[in-house]
């Protein structure tokens, strides 16, 4: 049973029980058409509707998208409970997202924990809410608050939900408070559906729609869901609740849906993989040395997630200090940290140049040296200052995890990590195992990424970081067009027109293009069809959504294009290796045979994603 029921007096409780997300699939709205019902036939004074588990419910059952809708849809379920003259109150503790929010919106009251978690990210995933959260929620918060939540997708806590009126009361117990409400006043609560429409100015859309292509670009979900909540202004509920249905059922079956499913998905599927038994060690204490720029991201990750970490200067430690400064203050400024969380990350940092400092370090990070000498003489001053179970990793992108293993004493012991700058911000962590890298060093790694956040991803140093091989051959591609003629700031712009957040040659100041430049689309093809080429060497068994989180999470591939190997599914092996013999017939620079695994993709007429050893 994924909704269960019992009375107690003129109480009824009706508990979402679908673990381990309460995910609203049909069965579980069809319990719910069920218990509006019982609670009628009963003539209870009051429901009191609950999440079992870690919450409420964190939004529909995703897999059921690429599926026919299936009654009772939960548009008509959640007017039933709106209208009942039974009221509802939902008691809501940790995640009431999407649909979950939405079943908030039309109870007749609404009680969270301080902590609980509520928001309506339908545009994360390509679609708007479907069950009346555009037309419900600016009745009862007001337009402004519905525009900066609806088309973000962002999500509050319940202290502040109920400062802007999504929720009417606070408790550490909720169902407890629910039954304590006076009758009286939950009769003369009003549905929020029977809510006037709240208003704001023109500007406001405008407003809403310049931070929408900026913050989520060539994405077609936040502009319908801004046009619904210009609708609510204007049109009857039941209207506006059709206009949002039929929209959100246009999107879900979009190309841009299908693709941020898959890297939702992805990043959920992201772990240790099943032979990985070896015992973790997380680390507590983490050594850094490098280039200071660098070093300073990955110290600033590390410090919020609560670790030690002792920078080990190379130079003068003011250059450490300054950066540590600035990342603090940006982090302050953008209210992602406040001040005695500043004060924690600064209590638990020391910069020394001195490596005796972190002798008591079991995890130590050499962060983007120049070359293979300077990151083997860093591994050598290390391994002398530290204890022998210590794990040694390095972070330079380029550089080869068995090469720098060979002037070690203990080569088990070194990985390679690769934190995309900047290291703070990014959510990608690429663990590089080494030929003689040891298993309790890679489950370390594992349990290093569960604790920064970061969505790890696996790679053998024997075919090289999934990032490097992104990386290496964008970068050749962008040469080669630069050497045709193009100039830095068109492959920057056709980049970002592309969906990328940046371009590989980026300028800082635009000019007029030359005549007969090269056009935006055919830069942009170039380059995606060489990053497109330079990882088909590593497919394989599940690898195709490993290239996609890394394309995604860690060189700003688009999103809402679902990662390299999903689009490049989207074109078809037989096109790739068609433009790709094209290029390569042109010879120069641009000559490269296609990988023998697109070649194979296409005689078999198979995805790359598909593709197997």
Known sequence: MTVTRRKDGTIGYVELANPPVNAINREMRQGLLDAVQWAEAEALERVILSGAGRGFAAGADAREFDRAPEPPHLPEVLRRIELSPVPWIAAVHGAALGGGAEILLACRYRIARPDATLGLPEVTLGVVPGAGGTQRLPRLVGMPAALDLIPTGRAISGDAALRIGLVDALADDPVALASAVPSKRLKLALPVGQRPASTAPEVAFTDARNAAEKSMSGQIAPRRAIELLEL????????????????????RQSDQARA??????????????????????PPRHVAITGDATVVAGIACAMLKAGFRVTILATGAAEREHAQIDRIIADSLSRESLDTDGADQMRARLAISEDFGAAGAA???????FA???????????LQAALPGHTILATTTPGLDVDQIARGLDEPSRLLGLRLPAPAHLTRLLEIVRGAATSDAALATAFALARTLRKVPV??????????????????????TLLSLGARPQEVHAAMVAFGFPAGPAAADTPRDPLAGAIPAAEISRRLVLAMIDGVA???????GADIDLVSVLGHGFPRWRGGLIHYADTLGAGRILAELQELASQGGAAARTPDPVIEDCARRGIPLSEWRR
Do not use: K, N, Y
Request: no cysteine.
């Open 537 to 543: 060497g590593v497919l394989g068994a599940g690898r």
């Open 458 to 479: 696996l790679s053998d140093a024997g075919v090289g970081p999934i990032g490097d091989r992104i990386l290496a051959r964008r970068d050749e591609a962008a040469d």
């Open 232 to 251: 609510a202004q204007t049109q009857p509920l039941d209207a506006g609740l059709r206009h949002e249905r039929e929209t959100f059922l246009a999107l």
């Open 260 to 281: 941020l499913r898959h890297v939702f998905f992805a990043e959920r599927a992201a772990r240790a993989p099943a032979w990985l038994t070896a015992t973790a060690q």
């Open 371 to 381: 070359d293979l000498q300077a990151t083997r003489a860093a591994m050598e001053r």
């Open 362 to 368: 079991d995890l130590a990070v050499e962060a983007a």
